[in-house]
């Protein structure tokens, strides 16, 4: 009687062709596939969690550094100081910040900076830049930054986007708070220097019996901080004679900025003493005389404060102004 062969493997030879079969598996994984060398990358472990650098703002290094009143364009600018750190376990390279800056609770500007700021892990550097401003249509923010030149800390926040590199990956952030913080101006409000311009000063007459004095006023705004200029009760002298008398302003100076302003007086000559019309029937004639220009000027701080300008000197032209064909000078630039 023939004994049929059984089908159906046993416990212990299933066991050997599974080992087998696993085998076999793991040396096909092992083996290199085409296309990829032999030697490359089989696997990445993360070391830990990767973490965007870190800004802390620097209290020294950061101020307003300018801000101009509303009739010459409100422009406002921040310097910001700031130590940024790596806090990760290896070094990265800091390449773009988007940011948006607010100044009590209000946002004013955004931009961008490209630092290629290089952090080894662990470590921190310095970044500093400067935040430029339009604030003519946020006229709530004034007297907030005025406040800042009287010593009231202005607040600020800057948040942004940040894209840093290591030596295989780059790494873009959200958008994210990157530091707060408070700032005020760097210096104090400064007096501006004033001096009258020959050449272009001048009288004239428009009928005879009312002549015209046009004296250009030179005023410099030495300062980071913008305001307006006026005076009341100017006083135009001529030979030690009152001539005439106007208000002047307000004028608008930018913060560092020169301005010209032509101060316009009509002389009254049915008012004049017979000295007084005297002199000035001279000028007008041709002759040299020396004019001066007299009154209280002061600058005020968006209405904050206003102060007397410390004048150096009077402020005293020669006219008629001197002709530069004539002796090969320009005129008179107005020092006394």
């Not at 015209?212 to 030495?222: D, E, G, R, Y």
């Amino acid at each position: 009687m023939s004994r049929r062969r059984s089908t159906r493997a046993s416990p212990r030879s299933a066991w050997t062709t599974g080992l087998l079969a696993l085998a076999a598996a793991w040396l096909v994984a092992c083996a290199p596939a085409s296309g990829v060398r032999e030697g490359e990358i089989t696997s990445a472990t993360p070391l830990g969690d990767i973490f965007a650098p870190r800004f802390e703002v620097v209290a020294d290094a950061t101020h307003i550094e300018r801000f101009d009143p509303p009739g010459a364009g409100a422009g406002f600018a921040l310097a910001v100081g700031s130590t940024v750190r790596n806090p990760n376990a290896f070094g990265v390279v800091l390449q773009r910040v988007d940011y948006t800056l607010s100044i009590a609770g209000e946002t004013i500007a955004t931009g961008w900076l490209e630092p290629e700021l290089e952090l080894n892990a662990g470590e921190s550097g310095a970044l500093a830049w400067t935040i430029a401003a339009d604030l003519t249509e946020q006229r709530t923010l004034w007297s907030a930054v005025v406040g800042a030149y009287a010593g009231t800390p202005l607040a600020f926040e800057i948040e942004g986007r940040l894209v840093f590199v290591s030596q295989s990956y780059v790494f873009t952030t959200g958008t994210r708070a990157l530091m707060s913080g408070t700032a005020l101006a760097r210096e104090a409000v400064r007096s501006p220097r004033l001096r009258l311009d020959g050449v272009t000063s001048r009288i004239a007459l428009v009928r005879s019996d009312a002549p015209v004095a046009v004296i250009t006023l030179v005023a410099v705004n030495p300062g980071d901080v913008g305001y307006f200029l006026s005076a009341r009760d100017v006083v135009l002298e001529l030979g030690g004679f009152v001539l005439a008398t106007v208000d002047l302003g307000p004028v608008p100076m930018p913060a560092g900025e020169t301005i010209r302003t032509e101060i316009t007086f009509l002389i009254d000559r049915a008012r004049l003493a017979a000295a007084a019309e005297a002199e000035l029937a001279a000028v007008l004639a041709g002759r040299s005389g020396a004019v001066r220009v007299k009154g209280s000027f002061v600058y005020d701080v968006l209405g904050v404060d206003s102060f007397a300008v410390d004048q150096q000197g009077e402020l005293v032209v020669t006219l008629p102004g001197r002709v530069a064909e004539a002796d090969g000078d320009d005129g008179d630039d107005g020092a006394p």
